[in-house]
């Protein structure tokens, strides 16, 4: 079998020919020309032949074509440009990118958008807690005023010292914790009774009094205090449930107490004259009728009250009415 092999051998050949060296396995060589070997059966066999090529540079084995101009390749039917195909390659070609169809994307972009969601959450942040505080401050709010109203230290104004009837903001009394039924008016009866407990001699005294007695009250049964009005030894009369509202006596009367436990004290000019009075603005205000009938509690029940000091004295007003009155 013969081998192909380069070797550094000078020959003649014309231009563009080209030579190779044959060595057979004895040594022999020969110089013969790459186009009249391929012509030559079983010289090559392409399957089985073997190239050793020594001491060469940019060898290139097989057919290459190369191109020294701009090239433009048309696909040509019978010699002509197919131009449904031109054109349906055309159509499938994407548009041209223009500046107008470009979207800029900023590199900032994202982070702005954090940004935006992270302001947007500390405003939900902030209105919430404001909510919260607004409550906790209504709620405090209205907790001091209870309390205020509950105050066993409450002190009203100095000026009232020159009003006779004080109303029950002005001694720090409780709103009623039920309905009571109204009274029908005028009014036919006027009930005086006592309240077994030390008299008092100023405003803040006296407040102190009705404000302890209308917890007792409405720690019982009863939604408010039990009594219309009070009168104190301070020259003032206490609005209790007021002239509109039945008291815990009974229907159709105004119950006028005294602050004091008259089995034992005196029922001074001060009171005297303030109960006087108290009746005279219930009778001008419609609320007490001009033929009414002044009664002591022990007159509808089985009582002491209004104590034997007090009973004593008005026996001996005009309006004063010695029967018994079923409650």
């Avoid at 020959?11 to 004895?26: A, F, N, R, W």
């Avoid at 110089?31 to 050793?52: F, H, M, Q, T, Y």
């Avoid at 009203?156 to 409780?174: E, I, N, R, S």
Wanted: glycine share 6%; proline share 5%.
């Amino acid at each position: 079998m013969k081998h192909v092999q380069s070797e550094d051998v000078t020959t003649d050949c014309d231009e563009g020919c080209t030579q190779v060296i044959l060595k057979d396995d004895e040594g022999n060589l020969e110089v013969a020309k790459l186009a009249e070997l391929c012509g030559r059966e079983g010289i090559l066999d392409p399957n089985k032949a073997s190239v050793n090529i020594t001491e060469s540079e940019d060898v290139i084995v097989g057919p290459v074509t190369q191109f020294y101009a701009p090239v433009t390749i048309y696909q040509n039917v019978n010699g002509e440009i197919n131009g449904t195909e031109k054109n349906e390659v055309n159509k499938k070609l994407p548009e041209p990118i223009t500046e107008s169809s470009l979207t800029i994307v900023n590199e900032d972009t994202p982070k702005l958008i954090n940004k935006d969601k992270s302001k947007k959450i500390k405003h939900l942040i902030i209105i919430i807690a404001a909510v919260i505080i607004s409550i906790i401050i209504v709620a405090v709010t209205i907790a001091m005023i209870l309390k205020k109203s509950k105050h066993p230290n409450y002190k009203p104004p100095t000026d009232l010292d020159d009003q006779f009837l004080l109303y029950k903001a002005d001694w720090g009394g409780k709103a009623a914790t039920d309905d009571i039924p109204i009274n029908k008016k005028p009014v036919q009866y006027v009930i005086i009774s006592h309240t077994v407990s030390p008299m008092c001699n100023n405003v803040q005294a006296c407040s102190s009094r009705v404000r302890n007695i209308q917890s007792q009250h409405q720690n019982g049964p009863f939604p408010d205090i039990g009594y219309n009005f009070l009168v104190g030894n301070d020259g003032h009369a206490y609005e209790g449930r007021g002239w509109n509202h039945k008291n815990f006596h009974m229907y159709d009367s105004v119950a006028i107490c005294e602050i004091g436990d008259f089995t034992t004290d005196i029922f001074t000019n001060v009171m005297i004259e303030s109960t006087k009075r108290l009746i005279d603005l219930g009778i001008t205000l419609n609320k007490i009728s001009t033929h009414y009938k002044l009664i002591g509690q022990n007159q509808t029940t089985t009582s002491e009250s209004p104590g034997s000091n007090v009973y004593k004295v008005i026996k001996t007003w005009p309006h004063f009415y010695a029967g018994r009155v079923s409650s």
